[in-house]
């Protein structure tokens, strides 16, 4: 453990190794999660949203090993706690509006502006996906719970001796936590997404992720969060025909 206490003591020491380590466990979840699926019958005819279950799931468990293995075998300081100083109401609210904010600014510049002027001949995005049940179980659920262990938990933990740092009245470790959770979605480029589309998605998941990170935080637990990004998935879903105004549909009946 002096080691661990060596790299907290650098600022940026701490901010690489909460990074790296959070890198190591999306790669592993996600090959992990590969063999599971390929293990699996045919039969099951997994849609996409099903098959991230197996990865969601490694993520939290490969999260809380990083954390007891990092922090003395407890989970002190990495948010497993009742929440304080919350307003749930505000934080509905926040979440809402950043949720549509991001996508309307983010539907225009990209999908509108920017894929317009210059078009790279994929409409690929999500693919759709079965029922609310589905949905309710690997989205809300098993996602969310392995994204706020691993984004929340390990890593905002990790660096929340350097909450002092602000940036913009943001601490580092909320900047940290929301621009690295909106990162991971970049791998949506490796299964050949609309680039510009992958854009909107950072730029969402980015501000939704500060979000979270803010009410972590704040209430130094990462159940606020977990609430808020169950409750922009809720929105996602019932929203999800937004793109026929501002992501693809407009942009391709246009170019």
């Known amino acids: 453990m002096k080691a661990i206490q060596a790299i907290k003591q650098k600022p940026w020491l701490s901010v690489c190794f909460a990074i790296f380590i959070a890198i190591v466990i999306f790669i592993m979840s996600h ?7 390929d293990l699996l019958p045919e039969s099951l005819q997994l849609d996409w949203l099903l098959q991230n279950i197996p990865m969601k799931i490694y993520m939290a468990v490969l999260s809380i090993v990083a954390i007891l293995l990092f922090n ?18 505000k934080l509905v609210l926040t979440t809402f509006i950043g949720t549509y904010a991001s996508m309307i600014i983010g539907g225009v510049v990209f999908m509108g502006i920017l894929n317009h002027l210059f078009p790279t001949g994929n409409t ?20 969310s719970i392995g994204e ?55 730029l969402f998941t980015t501000t939704i992720g500060l979000i979270a990170a803010y009410y972590r935080e704040k209430s130094d637990s990462i159940l606020p969060p977990y609430f ?4 922009w998935k809720y929105f996602w879903f019932f929203t999800r025909h937004f793109n026929d105004a501002f992501e693809i549909k407009y942009i391709y009946k246009s170019s």
């Open 228 to 231: 808020g990004s169950c409750y």
């Open 148 to 202: 706020e262990i691993l984004f929340r938990g390990f890593v905002q933990g990790f660096i929340q001796h350097l909450k002092n740092i602000k940036i913009l009245n943001l601490s580092l470790p909320v900047i940290i936590s929301g621009v690295s959770f909106g990162c991971m979605h970049l791998v949506l480029i490796t299964v050949g997404m609309n680039i510009w589309f992958v854009c909107l998605q950072l």
């Open 124 to 143: 690929k995005t999500f693919a759709e996906f079965g029922s609310i049940v589905e949905m309710i179980i690997a989205a809300w659920i098993v996602s």
């Open 31 to 37: 090959g992990a999660a590969r063999i599971t699926i």
């Open 72 to 89: 003395k075998n407890s989970f002190q300081g990495y948010g497993f706690q009742k929440p304080r100083n919350t307003k749930y109401f």
